[in-house]
């Protein structure tokens, strides 16, 4: 019968494993990114080019639709829709500087 607790690793702690088992993670980690298995992540210059993106584009639709909308109400085609298409863009832009410049505490 073992004298020792059966919580003991009976080899302990040695540093052949330790460095076997951060190679066999380090190869595997190396076959994932062989064949293709690893996701890559948005970096931060496309996270901003979307939402840039998505700033003009809802900015536009919104004025546009907005304005098409009140045209349809009160019967004054095509006035309200150009001004709020108008308004759709400056909001647009206001929103895409805002997020393009960055304040001294960021």
């Given at each position: 019968?073992?004298?020792?607790?059966?919580?003991?690793?009976?080899a302990?702690?040695?540093?052949?494993?330790?460095?076997?088992?951060?190679r066999?993670?380090?190869?595997?980690?190396?076959?994932?990114?062989?064949?293709?298995?690893?996701?890559?992540?948005?970096?931060?210059?496309?996270?901003?080019?979307?939402?840039?993106?998505?700033?003009l584009?809802?900015?536009?639709?919104?004025?546009?639709?907005?304005?098409?909308?009140?045209?349809?109400?009160?019967?004054?085609?095509?006035?309200?829709?150009?001004?709020?298409l108008?308004?759709?863009?400056?909001?647009?832009?206001?929103n895409?500087?805002?997020?393009?410049?960055?304040?001294?505490?960021?």
């Amino acid at each position: 019968m073992a004298t020792g607790s059966p919580e003991e690793d009976p080899a302990g702690e040695d540093a052949r494993i330790i460095a076997l088992e951060e190679r066999i993670a380090h190869a595997e980690q190396a076959e994932k990114v062989r064949v293709g298995a690893t996701q890559q992540q948005a970096d931060d210059g496309s996270r901003l080019g979307n939402r840039v993106l998505a700033e003009l584009i809802g900015g536009l639709v919104g004025g546009a639709l907005v304005g098409w909308v009140l045209d349809r109400l009160f019967g004054t085609s095509p006035w309200l829709l150009l001004i709020f298409l108008g308004l759709g863009i400056v909001a647009a832009f206001r929103n895409i500087i805002r997020l393009t410049t960055k304040r001294s505490g960021d």
